[in-house]
């Protein structure tokens, strides 16, 4: 009886609540997809600044690794369109 066994609850029992607009598990794919989607953007934006200065060679490394922020970004949001889905919480 330490009184800290509210820690061990897994995040997903907590969200299973009836409060569904509270859920933890969304929040954190929510903040997970916008951390995604603004490393896609710089990836982007660094790609549109070198594109006139970087040789074929950076020009290539740039832009995979847009494309994989691309990649990252899209399973972000299929993650979280897939917990939605599943556990039925609100899509906001
Ligand atoms: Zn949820």
Redesign the pocket.
């Known amino acids: 009886m330490t009184g800290n066994s509210i820690e061990q609850i897994p995040v997903h029992d907590l ?1 299973s609540n009836p409060m ?1 607009q509270s ?1 933890q ?2 929040s954190d794919l929510v903040a997970a997809q916008q951390q995604a989607a603004d490393a896609y953007a710089r990836a982007v934006t660094d790609l549109a600044r070198q594109i006139s200065v970087a040789s074929r060679r950076e020009y290539e490394l740039l832009n995979q690794v847009a494309e994989m922020a691309r990649k990252r970004s899209e399973q972000a949001h299929t993650d979280l369109e897939n ?2 889905a599943i ?3 609100d899509p906001v």
């Open positions: 969200c569904k859920c598990m969304k917990h939605i556990h039925g919480c």
